[in-house]
């Protein structure tokens, strides 16, 4: 229904464009003299931009009816565009051709509406400071935190900033350092995708990604033989424990994708490594169900980026068996990290993927 819509959006824009063009030409041929004309920066701009999409869009990526569509708005615009115009007419085709630019990009196989289904996101690009602040519609702040003193005692680390996965820039966690960010219920959906970069300078039994209260909400980490591990309450109270099955799926010393998607209709848990599905369990082999929407013992803690738990956590229920050695933090970098409020699909996974890898 969205794509048939999205189609017929752009058959309008395209009669739009045609009319309108046609009464632009018409009217500069008969008043040409008496034209203020406009100033045609950002329209000229629009349509290098508009050509560049253009240029690169292939079949694999596009319906070939949305390419069609796209490049005939973007030839009408074009011929619009050579006659003497106004600054209305103008505006007029860079609305035209900015609402057409969208529609195209959001007909690409796998394109995600970042808008609707993003809960956060960060790029971790401040490259300064000791906050960090997610792109999303919330900007949920990331507050740098030291490892626990008590445990680690002066070997606690804080957070620092390294090289990102893509030219800008990533967290760099060891010794316990993290990010903290306040929570809210936002960060517990029924269904549930978790995308994140990770350069691990190690693998260990608890590389801790991300966190929402431990096995009372869910947790990211990977183990030492290399493969992605999700932790979820289930809101029958029950337990999910699953990893993807696949031995040195991540790799040491070099960025890894992985992403972990929970669907709490087809009740389903995947994991996918650089783009690619590794694993799938099911309701009949792993008790698949939704997520819980509730926290309790203790009451609901900070989402946490690069460890396993709070000092708060940690000094109500682990301290009496947490060491050094099994205190759960990440070891390495994290970048590009992303909570989405649906299960993506399989296409969407992997456009995410070729859109952000170096």
């Not at 949305?66 to 106004?86: C, G, H, P, R, S």
């Not at 460890?307 to 947490?322: P, S």
Request: aromatic letters at 10%; glycine letters at 6%; one cysteine or more.
């Amino acid at each position: 229904m969205k794509k048939m819509k999205n189609f017929m959006k752009m058959q309008t824009l395209l009669l739009m464009l045609v009319i309108s063009s046609a009464m632009i030409l018409g009217s500069c041929k008969d008043d040409k003299d008496d034209i203020i004309e406009g100033d045609k920066t950002e329209l000229n701009t629009l349509i290098s931009q508009a050509e560049t999409l253009a240029n690169a869009a292939t079949s694999a990526d596009y319906p070939q009816t949305a390419i069609d569509n796209f490049k005939a708005v973007l030839q009408t615009v074009k011929t619009a565009a050579t006659e003497k115009l106004t600054q209305v007419q103008i505006n007029n085709l860079v609305t035209q051709l900015t609402e057409a630019k969208n529609v195209f990009v959001s007909q690409a196989y796998g394109f995600i509406d970042e808008s609707l289904y993003l809960t956060a996101g960060w790029k971790f690009d401040e490259g300064t400071g000791t906050t960090a602040t997610a792109f999303s519609n919330t900007a949920h702040v990331a507050t740098f935190k030291r490892g626990n003193t008590v445990i680690l005692g002066t070997a606690a680390m804080m957070p620092s900033w390294v090289d990102g996965v893509k030219g800008g820039k990533a967290v760099s966690l060891d010794m316990g350092a993290h990010l903290e960010v306040p929570y809210t219920t936002s960060f517990l959906p029924a269904n549930i995708t978790i995308s994140v970069w990770i350069k691990p300078t190690s693998l260990y039994e608890h590389n801790y990604i991300v966190s929402q209260n431990y096995w009372n909400g869910y947790k990211l980490q990977t183990q030492g033989g290399g493969k992605p591990f999700f932790t979820y309450k289930k809101v029958d109270g029950g337990i999910v424990d699953a990893d993807n099955e696949t031995d040195n799926s991540i790799r040491i010393n070099q960025w890894n994708h992985v992403v972990v998607s929970v669907n709490a209709t087809t009740k389903e848990l995947k994991f996918y490594v650089d783009g690619t599905l590794t694993k799938t369990w099911t309701e009949s082999d792993k008790n698949i169900g939704p997520l819980t929407q509730t926290l309790t013992s203790p009451d609901p803690q900070p989402f946490i980026i690069g460890c396993v738990a709070t000092d708060a956590e940690l000094a109500a229920n682990f301290m009496e068996w947490t060491n050094a050695d099994n205190l759960g933090y990440f070891k390495g970098a994290i970048d590009e990290l992303k909570i989405y409020n649906i299960a993506l699909s399989d296409g969407q996974v992997s456009k995410l993927f070729n859109d952000e890898k170096p």
